[in-house]
């Protein structure tokens, strides 16, 4: 079991969760980031699993201290995004909210571009049935507006990867920087999930017209997976140290004259996230410890 990639549990969980009793699927949500976790626990530093199609060398699953530490994080919030969601007796969110913790730790352990691209597709496709679940026009219209938002930075994200391929002859996710082929489509992929600033509308737009469970699953993951790809490709870039500075102060303006809750917690979630894009900036250890 200790072999298996984090996510696989996640997606056949989700199976389970769609088709089984309300009773039964509770047992299995809260069971799998248990069960995850513990796996988790098993893996040691260095392992990976390694495919080769059509004479590509693909890393989906590759462990090392910081992906490691995401995927720790990333099964907590699950836990304890499940157990703010039995309440639910909607099999839909129930089971969209497994794929999107899995999409989310598959990014995380992805160790080439195109693994990547499939996991950040995936993160899209499956957290915008959280914001249709709401079952509101507002809510249909935002999450068309956040889904064609998504799918961008993944074709931005592909197209500055075949770009670095060409180059370099390799789809490896390490640290690129922004001197390499393609690497400013690539950073701008990342800058939108990350809401960077003037990219970042999507997420003031759809995280309150999400159902409420869907907010909680929301806030916890897409940016999260967009600040462990800046530190995996990006650390030390200078740039990021004046971009997050501004994350860190401009929603400050919004956030005080909001009175939708939701909407002051995405503002804020903008101003979080901005500190850790500063860190990442600096690339030192320390900053980097303390942004992650």
Not at 18 to 24: G, T
Not at 137 to 165: F, H, K, P, T
Request: hydrophobic letters at 55%; one cysteine or more; proline letters at 3%.
């Amino acid at each position: 079991m200790s072999n298996l990639p984090p996510f696989a549990i996640f997606f056949v969980a989700a199976a389970f969760v769609a088709v089984l009793p309300y009773r039964a699927g509770r047992i299995v949500s809260v069971a799998t980031p248990l069960i995850g976790g513990i796996m988790l626990l098993g893996m040691n530093t260095g392992s990976t699993i390694e495919w080769s199609i059509m004479q590509l060398s693909l890393t989906p699953l590759r462990v090392d201290r910081l992906s490691l530490l995401f995927g720790y994080l990333f099964h907590i919030a699950a836990f304890l995004g499940v157990i703010f969601s039995l309440h639910l007796r909607d099999r839909l969110q129930g089971s969209t909210s497994l794929l999107y913790a899995g999409s989310a730790l598959g990014a995380v352990f992805a160790g080439d571009f195109l693994s990547l691209f499939f996991f950040w597709e995936a993160l899209a496709l499956t957290s915008v049935f959280l914001i249709f679940a709401r079952k509101t026009e507002r809510a249909r219209l935002a999450g068309v507006r956040y889904l064609i938002i998504q799918l961008l930075s993944g074709v931005l994200l592909l197209a500055g990867a075949l770009i670095l391929y060409r180059q370099a002859g390799s789809l490896s996710f390490d640290h690129i920087g922004l001197g390499a082929p393609g690497s400013v489509l690539i950073f701008l992929a990342f800058g939108i999930k990350c809401a960077f600033p003037l990219l970042h509308n999507w997420l003031t737009d759809a995280y309150p017209e999400a159902t409420v469970t869907g907010t909680v699953f929301l806030s916890a993951f897409t940016t999260k997976v967009a600040v462990y790809a800046l530190a995996r490709g990006f650390a030390g870039t200078e740039a990021l140290v004046y971009i997050g500075a501004v994350m860190t102060c401009f929603p400050i303006f919004y956030a005080v004259i909001e009175n939708d809750l939701r909407r002051v917690l995405a503002y804020s979630m903008i101003n979080q996230i901005g500190f850790m894009v500063v860190g990442i900036g600096l690339g030192t250890t320390l900053a980097l410890n303390g942004a992650i």
